[in-house]
């Protein structure tokens, strides 16, 4: 599976666009400012449905517009599949395969996969317990879309015992206290099968990003990842209970998956606080490139990689180690410097205030 050609209409700073890919290695160059990491977030578009950088729908359309339109051609085995998207200003968006009209992006997603690096991966380490959970939580979709609904009815549960709680006030009837009850039980239900398949994931996972993280220390650190939640495991319905008078007060749910913790120790010590920077980035290099060999040897489709000016952040010597990790098979990089020697891009492109050249 790759991409071959992309089509922009009305999207971010790109009134029309057209592109054409090839397997290898497309590098796309500029001015920050320019629109290069647009054009990423578009390829990406599809296989998340939505954008990689958590921008609202109506920020994606071209101001004045009120919808932009994406057209991806994906070749599988010579067979050509059309994707399209419809983001509109307001209201939903509307989406096609080969011109016939699909409800869920999930349809989508399973036609293309995209593993995206960026300078703000740094997070996945130094960030909060939110970035690492997203981080699985998105894995696991990639690995299999029916893990989507899965996160749904999280959500749903998550949301409906909050607003319950909010509308408590702090006190409690026996009207909140039975609806409590009903909602604890789906909330529980819902909550452990995610949390399950989390921890699921992440033992599956450990391999692939060790053997990558060996590549960058040379075999010298010992690193660890542990999935902490705060509950008992499969009595997630009994610590609610128990903390039910606190979340009252509190008018919100603090014990559950949505608040659990992927703890990353390098030597025994927290890498989040412990670890130097160059040491965290290759922890999170390593979290993105075992996750992409996870996909591919899971679903036998291998991800478009997506480096957003990534070299840039690393050092010479982790330069040249992600450029040897790199998979073969397709690539699109933006920059705005020169590339590591290493990098030999199949086809350039050069883009300035939204207008795309080809540099061949």
């Known amino acids: 599976m790759f991409l071959s050609q992309l089509w922009l209409t009305n999207f971010r700073n790109y009134e029309e666009a057209h592109l054409n890919f090839h397997q290898g290695i497309t590098l796309i ?53 059309t994707l399209e998207a419809e983001i509109n200003f307001s209201g939903r968006n509307q989406l096609q395969i080969n011109g016939k009209k699909v409800k869920s992006k ?71 206290e039975a609806t409590l009850d009903v909602w604890d039980e789906k909330f529980a239900e819902s909550g452990q099968q995610l949390a399950n398949e989390r921890k699921n994931l992440l033992e599956t996972l450990k391999p692939e990003i060790e053997n990558t993280l060996k590549k960058f220390t040379n075999n ?27 979340d009252i007060r509190r008018g919100i749910t603090t014990i559950g998956p949505h608040r659990d913790e992927i703890a990353i120790k390098v030597n025994g010590l927290l890498a989040k606080s412990h670890a130097s920077q160059g040491e965290q980035r290759s922890l999170a290099l390593g979290l993105r490139l075992g996750g992409h060999e996870l996909v591919k040897k899971t679903t036998g489709n291998e991800p478009i990689i997506l480096l957003d000016d990534v070299f840039s952040e690393l050092d010479s010597t982790r330069c040249q180690t992600l450029i040897e990790l790199l998979p073969k098979k397709q690539a699109v990089l933006t920059t705005t410097g020169e590339l590591p020697s290493g990098v030999k891009p199949d086809y350039k492109y050069h883009v300035v205030e939204g207008s795309i050249n080809s540099s061949e």
Request: proline content about 2%; overall charge positive.
């Open 106 to 176: 999930k349809d989508l997603q399973e036609k293309i996969k995209t593993t995206i690096f960026g300078p703000e991966d740094l997070s996945l380490i130094k960030g909060g317990p939110g970035e690492r959970r997203n981080y699985l939580d998105e894995l696991l979709i990639d690995l299999h879309t029916k893990n989507q609904l899965i996160k749904t009815n999280f959500e749903k549960c998550l949301k409906q015992r909050n607003t319950l709680l909010k509308q408590a006030k702090g006190k409690t009837t026996n009207e909140i």
């Open 220 to 246: 010298q650190d010992i690193v660890l990842f542990e999935y902490e939640q705060f509950w008992e495991n499969d009595k997630l319905i009994e610590a609610l209970q128990i903390e039910r008078q606190t």
């Open 29 to 81: 160059t500029g001015n920050n400012g320019n629109g290069k990491t647009n054009l990423l977030e578009a390829i990406a578009w599809f296989a998340k449905g939505k954008s990689f950088r958590n921008t609202p729908n109506e920020a994606l359309v071209l101001q004045n517009k009120e919808k932009a339109i994406l057209r991806a051609e994906i070749l599988h085995s010579k067979r050509k599949t």
